[in-house]
C-alpha cells in the first residue's frame, strides 16, 4: 500500500501523559498536514510542512503540540500533558505541492 | 457568515433517488472547492474538484455560484454505496490549497 499511513491507529492515554504519533507520507509528497477531527465536526487544519519547513501553525495548536519532520519525510506530532479535550481523530495528508491532498487513516486519540 | 456552511442533515433517501446537498463560503477569494466523501470511522477521500461553474463525474454534479458563494452536490441514481457524510472543503488561499477549511459534513443514508 502506497498511501499515507499513521502509527498507531488507537491511542488511550491518561491525563497528564505525552503522547506521540507518527505519519509517513505518499512517497515525493513534500506537503504534509496535520488536521484534527472530533465527532460530528469536519477536520480542522493544524498545522503543516513543505518539505522539513514547518510553515504555518493554527491557532488550535497550543503550546502543548509540536510537530516535527526533521528529513523531509515522516512526521511526528506529539501532545504533552494531555487533557481530555485532545481526544479527537488526528489526521495526517499529504500532498504534491498545491494539489489533491491525500489523508491517512488517522490516529485515534481517548484521554481518560 | 461561517466559513464554511453545510446542510446539517441527515439525508434518508431510497435507492434510486436524486439528492442534493448544499454548501456556503465566506472566503470571497478562494478559487477551488472539493467535496471530499468520509465512510464511517474512515479517513475523508476525495470525491469531486470544482474550479469553474461546475464539474460532472458519472452520477456526480457540483456547481458552482461564485456571485452567491453557494456550492452545490447533486447525486443521481443514488446507490447503497452512496452513504457516507459528504464534506463541502474550501482552499484557504487562493491558490496553493495548503490550507483546507472543511464543513461539519452531510451524512447521507441511502436505504434499500
Known amino acids: 500500500d502506497t498511501g499515507v499511513s499513521q502509527d498507531p491507529r488507537h491511542k488511550i492515554t491518561k491525563r497528564g501523559q505525552n503522547v506521540t504519533f507518527r505519519c509517513d507520507p505518499i512517497s515525493e509528497h513534500n506537503r504534509l498536514y496535520w488536521y484534527r477531527q472530533t465527532l460530528g465536526q469536519g477536520p480542522e487544519f493544524l498545522t503543516y510542512f513543505q518539505n522539513e519547513a514547518q510553515l504555518e501553525k493554527s491557532r488550535l495548536l497550543s503550546d502543548r503540540f509540536s510537530a516535527e519532520r526533521p528529513k523531509g519525510s515522516f512526521s511526528t506530532l506529539e501532545i504533552q500533558r494531555t487533557e481530555q479535550g485532545d481526544s479527537a481523530m488526528y489526521l495526517c495528508?499529504?500532498?504534491?505541492?498545491?494539489?489533491?491532498?491525500?489523508f491517512g487513516p488517522g490516529t485515534r486519540l481517548t484521554v481518560l | 457568515r461561517k466559513e464554511v456552511e453545510q446542510d446539517p442533515g441527515p439525508f434518508n433517501v431510497p435507492e434510486g433517488a436524486t439528492v442534493a446537498f448544499n454548501c456556503t463560503y465566506s472566503n470571497s477569494a478562494s478559487q477551488s472547492f472539493f467535496w471530499y466523501r468520509q465512510d464511517c470511522r474512515k479517513e475523508p477521500k476525495l470525491l469531486m474538484s470544482?474550479?469553474?461553474s461546475g464539474n460532472e463525474d458519472g452520477r456526480f454534479t457540483a456547481q458552482l455560484n461564485r456571485a452567491s458563494q453557494y456550492i452545490s452536490l447533486l447525486i443521481r441514481d443514488s446507490k447503497l454505496s452512496d452513504s457516507a457524510t459528504y464534506l463541502c472543503v474550501v482552499p484557504d488561499s487562493g491558490g496553493s490549497n495548503y490550507k483546507l477549511t472543511f464543513g461539519k459534513g452531510t451524512l447521507l443514508t441511502v436505504n434499500p
Open positions: 470544482v474550479y469553474s
Open positions: 495528508a499529504s500532498s504534491l505541492s498545491g494539489d489533491t491532498q491525500y
